[in-house]
């Protein structure tokens, strides 16, 4: 049976730095499971792959993305069911949001990367109106 891909418009996690980025890129959706390029600069580092979401992962990430915003406590991780990759946002007593994350891919020389940087609160309504807005969960 032939899946035809929803695409959908990128979505960019706002920070005040230009070193510091997070960009889901041409995100494609085949039902449950989200595909889409991965774009991350930390500090000098910069790593481009796909990445992979489904939809369990994804409305809880957004549940705790709105409660980290209007709580300012608790942690918010996006991921798949199988492999390591994944995006972890943390807020911090400060005020302060930690963006981390594992990014693994397999190939003639397998690579992987962890990253992360810091940026403050006000990325997380942004991100999660954007994240309801295309992905249409909202």
Do not use: P, W
């Not at 890129?25 to 600069?41: A, H, M, P």
């Amino acid at each position: 049976m032939l899946k035809i891909l929803q695409t959908y418009n990128d979505i960019i996690l706002k920070t005040n730095h230009d070193t510091n980025n997070l960009e889901f890129r041409d995100i494609e959706n085949s039902g449950t499971d989200y595909l889409c390029n991965l774009v991350v600069k930390s500090q000098g580092f910069e790593a481009r792959c796909r990445f992979e979401f489904n939809d369990e992962f994804l409305e809880k990430f957004l549940i705790d993305l709105k409660h980290m915003d209007e709580k300012f406590e608790g942690k918010a991780i996006l991921r798949a069911y199988f492999g390591d990759n994944h995006i972890t946002l943390e807020i911090h007593n400060t005020g302060s949001v930690e963006v981390s994350g594992f990014l693994e891919i397999f190939g003639e020389c397998d690579q992987s990367i962890n990253f992360c940087f810091l940026t403050d609160q006000t990325v997380l309504k942004s991100l999660t109106e954007d994240f309801y807005r295309y992905l249409k969960f909202g």
